[in-house]
């Protein structure tokens, strides 16, 4: 899919959506009780696996609601800007919204933990504290202060490292650049020497094309690829220690919220998580071919970072994760459940997941 094809195709999908939802729905339907709802989203219409998943997401609700509850969805910039999904959903100018919640971390920096830690928690794992290890309800006490309802959604996987203009070799590289890296990430760029930019992504590719940063992240190589930072550097670096597990999200008014039958908050909460699992394979299977594409097509060039710079970034991580997750008492609550969970995570994984990993890349014949 080509950068600009879903950038400039939102208006004309949001108005297929729209005359889509008419279509099937008639107009003595709104007089009968139907719902309508709107979900603003910080991401292109037609993004790949972002704005498509959004677009299921409220299709989905639609569907299986009979047609009671009608969900339009607004790409970034229709609605709102991209970054003002959280203001709308939280005053009722939305319904709802799917984003990032480090998006959020000027409202508080505890919404960093619900989307990715440096060196923190995998997606599964992420997914696994929030269900079983208190982080849903930490996040529940900590959106009710802003009006929302959130829920978890897909998780990207481990991401890549970022777009280079030039070699990363040594930390003292990091010194001066200008970084295109949202969340507690980006707080350890900082700690680098690193002027760290938080953008929307419809914007990264003009200001890395620009010369207005020098390097950015955004996924990893499905979206990557669309988007085409390739065209510009061919410096490609991983792994992302930043996010090792993104997890995007979605919310809803939390007046709307409560106000909605047990059956009708099941629908919902069971159309994103249905989501959540569908868009995480996605992302799983799209990189694969993608990755091979950047490599072999578009003669992109991929660096691993070196161990000695990872353990240093590593140690940097964790102090600055620690001053986040201290900036008051209902951040320590979150940081403190966080990180108990990271150590449990830790030692299982080293058996499970990773002893199998490590298994697997031993040198024998198999096909």
Not at 74 to 95: C, I, M, Q, T
Not at 111 to 120: D, E, H, K, Q, S
Not at 139 to 152: E, H, Q, V
Not at 339 to 367: C, D, H, T, V
Request: net charge positive; aromatic share 12%; proline share 4%.
């Amino acid at each position: 899919m080509k950068r600009r094809t879903f950038i400039k195709g939102a208006a004309t999908a949001g108005v297929a959506t729209a005359a889509a939802a008419a279509s099937n729905f008639p107009t003595p339907a709104i007089s009968q009780g139907m719902k309508q709802w709107k979900l603003a989203m910080s991401w292109p219409l037609n993004a790949p696996g972002l704005g498509t998943s959004g677009q299921r997401v409220a299709k989905r609700i639609t569907q299986l609601s009979g047609g009671k509850i009608s969900v339009k969805v607004y790409g970034g910039g229709e609605l709102v800007p991209p970054f003002g999904v959280f203001d709308a959903a939280s005053s009722g100018d939305a319904d709802m919204y799917m984003s990032a919640e480090y998006y959020w971390q000027g409202k508080h920096k505890g919404f960093n933990f619900f989307t990715a830690v440096p060196y923190g928690l995998t997606g599964l794992e992420t997914h696994a504290w929030m269900k079983y290890g208190g982080g849903q309800e930490l996040w529940d006490d900590l959106s009710a202060d802003f009006g929302l309802k959130g829920f978890l959604g897909a998780s990207t996987g481990t991401q890549m490292g970022g777009w280079y203009r030039k070699p990363i070799q040594k930390l003292d590289d990091f010194k001066g650049l200008k970084f295109r890296m949202p969340g507690i990430g980006g707080e350890v760029l900082r700690a680098l020497g690193v002027t760290v930019v938080n953008l929307p992504v419809a914007e990264i590719y003009p200001a890395l094309a620009s010369g207005a940063i020098d390097a950015a992240e955004w996924v990893g190589p499905w979206h990557d690829l669309a988007f085409g930072f390739h065209k510009i550097t061919k410096h490609y670096y991983y792994p992302g220690f930043h996010e090792p597990g993104t997890c995007g999200s979605f919310a809803m008014n939390k007046k709307l919220w409560d106000s909605l039958s047990k059956d009708d908050q099941l629908l919902v909460t069971m159309a994103i998580e249905a989501e959540a699992m569908i868009q995480g394979a996605e992302f799983n299977a799209r990189n694969l071919g993608s990755l091979n594409v950047l490599l072999t097509k578009h003669g992109v060039k991929m660096h691993r970072y070196p161990d000695e710079m990872l353990i240093k970034i590593g140690e940097i991580a964790g102090k600055v994760v620690a001053d986040v997750g201290n900036t008051d008492a209902k951040s320590k609550k979150i940081y403190d459940s966080f990180i108990n969970y990271r150590k449990q995570a830790i030692s299982w994984a080293k058996i499970g997941e990773q002893g199998f990993m490590n298994a697997r890349l031993l040198p024998f014949k198999y096909a």
